[in-house]
Nanobody, 117 residues
Framework: QVQLVESGGGLVQAGGSLRLSCVAS????????MGWYRQPPGKQRELVAR???????DYADSVKGRFTIFRDIAKNTVYLQMNSLIPEDTAVYYC???????????WGQGTQVSVSS
């Protein structure tokens, strides 16, 4: 059973930085993609950043130039480095992983990020 555990959320002032971590119970190499989604209050969940098996990355337009997704394979961990945070970044952030051949998706429990002005 795959488990994903997020950490690193918290309260930060606008302009500050946070680094989110997602630790998987199995090797990162077994997933086709891993990514971060977020759900602001009263809104639907949206894709923030994703890293594919070939190492390519993509980002939502709203975070380009501010957020970076990267992996530490030895630690089974995917990170989201968030810089120049703004109040609109306030949301619950979720880690996601999938195995497309098996048609399987996995989600973490989420971590709260709050940005004050």
């Amino acid at each position: 059973q795959v488990q994903l555990v997020e950490s690193g959320g918290g309260l930060v002032q606008a302009g500050g930085s946070l680094r989110l971590s997602c630790v998987a119970s199995e090797t990162i190499l077994s997933f086709n993609n891993m990514g971060w989604y977020r759900q602001p209050p009263g809104k639907q969940r949206e894709l923030v950043a994703r890293v594919k098996g070939d190492g390519s990355r993509d980002y939502a337009d709203s975070v380009k130039g501010r957020f970076t997704i990267f992996r530490d394979i030895a630690k089974n961990t995917v990170y989201l480095q968030m810089n120049s945070l703004i109040p609109e970044d306030t949301a619950v952030y979720y880690c996601n992983a999938n195995r497309r051949f098996l048609n399987s998706d996995y989600w973490g429990q989420g971590t709260q990020v709050s940005v004050s002005s």
